[in-house]
């Protein structure tokens, strides 16, 4: 990518963080998705940005909002209202002089078990543990291995039928990129190269489900799954996270 593709990029990440810490006070017991969703859309639109969902493949909203059982790709109802001990997966895109940002995080309602916590607590660092020592030179592979490693090291279960994947001026782009995988195997990585990086972890089995509205995948046993996201930038010393914080 040239240095302005990389500026609008990381542009739109910082807007996206900005969105999440805009919307994070609002995410508490009794709001509804359809609520939260609004908001995110004001706000990237106050911007001078575009929700990158909104349009998507015909998908009507600026956030996905999965509950509980939920893994990703839920659709923020009016009807879907947040209840004390539920986690809740808040996916959102920008779009900023044609170029996008793609992150998820997976906020807590209320009293959340023990179990709960632990899960999205793992999900995250995982994500983290991921990033340790990738910088141009690094394989793809070592990414997916990161994160299988230390999901599958804290008991948890790893998603294999949803992928992170390349980003840039389309929200999904080659490659698909498995969150399970071998070190040292893959692409090799370039400085310039921008992915999504989001792990999907189940309490339970690794199945999953679609409903019938054909967007919202569930876990096919009903135990929770969580999800975290973020937009990153090979560099030659390291990995620059773009939708971590703003300006
Ligand atoms: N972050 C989601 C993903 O990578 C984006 C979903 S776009 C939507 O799959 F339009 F389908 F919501
Ligand atoms: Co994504």
């Known amino acids: 990518m040239t240095t302005n593709q990389i500026n609008a990029m990381s542009a739109a990440g910082c807007i996206l963080a900005d969105t999440f810490a805009c919307i994070s006070e609002h995410i508490k017991e009794g709001v509804t998705a359809g609520y939260i969703d609004q908001l995110a859309k004001t706000y990237i639109i106050s911007q001078g940005a575009d929700p990158g969902f909104l349009g998507y493949r015909g998908y009507k909203y600026s956030t996905c909002i999965s509950k509980n059982e939920e893994i990703v790709h839920g659709i923020p109802y009016d009807h879907k209202v947040f209840f004390d001990g539920d986690i809740v997966s808040i996916d959102i895109g920008v779009k900023r002089d044609g170029f996008y940002a793609d992150a998820a995080r997976t906020f807590l309602i209320g009293n959340v078990s023990e179990e709960d916590r632990h899960l999205v607590q793992v999900t995250q660092d995982a994500f983290f543990k991921s990033m340790e020592g990738i910088r141009a030179g690094s394989r793809l592979g070592d990414i997916s291995f990161g994160i299988q490693q230390y999901v599958e090291s804290k008991g948890l279960t790893i998603v294999k039928d949803l992928y992170s994947h390349g980003i840039g001026s389309s929200l999904h782009e080659e490659p698909l990129i498995p969150n399970y995988g071998k070190k040292g195997a893959g692409m090799l ?39 975290y996201e973020n937009t990153i930038l090979i560099t030659d010393d390291g990995v620059d996270i773009l939708t971590l914080k703003g300006a």
């Open 189 to 227: 990585l370039k400085s310039g190269m921008t992915f999504a990086i989001e792990p999907m972890v189940n309490l339970g089995l690794p199945g999953i489900e679609t409903l019938d509205d054909e967007w919202t995948i569930v876990t096919e046993d009903g135990k929770k799954s969580a999800h």
